[in-house]
Nanobody, 121 residues
Framework: VQLVESGGGLVLPGGSLRLSCAAF????????MSWVRQAPGKGLEWVADINSSGGIRYYPDSVKGRFTIFRNNAKNTLYLQMNSLKPEDTGLYHC???????????????RGQGTQVTVSS
């Protein structure tokens, strides 16, 4: 199993970024996928979940209405569209195979190395 994130960078508050996660080594369309993040000095935080077909999505209140998770099963790729970014969104963003709320409590779910998002003026 391999997950490779890309698309992070430095963005001004109020700006947008789209993250991508390419999946290898498993049948991508069979799995719930998620995004989690880790701010400097803090633990993992759940950001978004999507079911295997892409029709059901869940978000915490902290990102609801600003972030959208979606997937392309034909391309084995997961995405996170982030709009209206805030400084508190700064962190290392990982995609994970499995539900994000389980990933952040230490579940044994594969995740990628992450892509850094920095929101700053």
């Amino acid at each position: 199993v391999q997950l490779v994130e890309s698309g992070g960078g430095l963005v001004l508050p109020g700006g947008s970024l789209r993250l991508s996660c390419a999946a290898f080594g498993f049948t991508f369309s069979d799995y719930v996928m998620s995004w989690v993040r880790q701010a400097p000095g803090k633990g993992l935080e759940w950001v978004a979940d999507i079911n295997s077909s892409g029709g059901i999505r869940y978000y915490p209140d902290s990102v609801k209405g600003r972030f959208t998770i979606f997937r392309n099963n034909a391309k084995n790729t997961l995405y996170l569209q982030m709009n209206s970014l805030k400084p508190e969104d700064t962190g290392l963003y990982h995609c994970a195979r499995g539900p994000g709320r389980a990933v952040v409590v230490g579940g044994d779910y594969p995740r990628g190395q992450g892509t850094q998002v920095t929101v700053s003026s």
